[in-house]
């Protein structure tokens, strides 16, 4: 089974510049995770959805990050415009909600440096 | 809020050898879930293994094996006959029931397998 996909994987950018990130979760999953992951501050959960609607997107930085979800297949997060301390690992992870503690699964991560 | 906290930053084994991890978390919550992530030199977050903390028995897979302790809110990792593909940052993680399933991170334990 493919697990949870991301691209690009990595990304260098100007800071001005938009910067979006991809997710494709697996399939037949109805909960997507948005986490960020830095030296300075761990893993943190940016924003989830389940069935394609945004539940808690508490930990969304600014008005500079945005993420959407227009179907159970893709999901996006969006920053416009990048700054540098922008620089981090995200993750996509999804799982199923059927239930109560499903395990989450992660995707591989973007990289991106803001320059 | 929840939190969990990996007092271990660093730790070494030598392989073949027995490692125990350290986490604990201090909740309000009676019904929760908890994990153990790997996170190897490629990024990528493994899922280790998953305890309910309404089960008693100690959840395994493999050479891992945890050490719930419920009452003091502990929940070890042991990873027995380390091999050098163990060699990894380590994370916690808590997730409250009831809830559209997030995760809460500890901020890791990096663990070096050597010769």
């Known amino acids: 089974d493919a697990g949870v996909i991301q691209s690009p994987r990595h990304e260098v950018t100007e800071m001005g510049q938009e910067v979006t990130l991809r997710c494709k979760p697996i399939?037949?999953?109805?909960?997507l995770f948005w986490y960020r992951q830095t030296m300075m501050r761990g893993l943190e959960l940016l924003i989830y959805f389940n069935n394609n609607v945004p539940i808690d997107d508490s930990g969304m930085p600014e008005d500079r990050f945005s993420a959407k979800m227009p179907n159970a297949s893709f999901s996006t997060l969006k920053i416009q415009p990048s700054e540098p301390r922008d620089s981090a690992v995200y993750f996509c992870?999804?799982?199923?909600?059927?239930?109560?503690?499903?395990?989450?699964?992660f995707g591989e991560g973007s990289w991106l440096t803001v320059v | 809020a929840q939190t969990v906290t990996q007092s271990q930053p660093e730790m070494s084994v030598q392989e073949a050898e027995t490692v125990t991890l350290s986490c604990t978390y201090d909740?309000?919550?009676?019904?929760?879930?908890l994990f153990w992530y790997k996170q190897p030199p490629s990024r990528q977050m493994i899922l280790v293994i998953r305890?309910?903390?309404?089960?008693?028995q100690n959840a395994t897979e493999n050479r891992f094996s945890v050490n719930f302790q419920k009452a003091a809110k502990s929940f070890s990792l042991k990873i027995s006959d380390s091999q050098l593909g163990d060699t990894a940052m380590y994370f916690c993680a808590f997730m409250k029931a009831g809830t559209a399933s997030k995760l809460t991170f500890g901020t890791g334990t990096r663990l070096q397998v050597t010769l």
């Open positions: 305890q309910e903390a309404y089960k008693q």
């Open positions: 909740t309000s919550e009676s019904n929760y879930y």
């Open positions: 992870a999804s799982s199923l909600r059927q239930g109560e503690g499903n395990t989450i699964y």
């Open positions: 399939s037949g999953h109805n909960s």
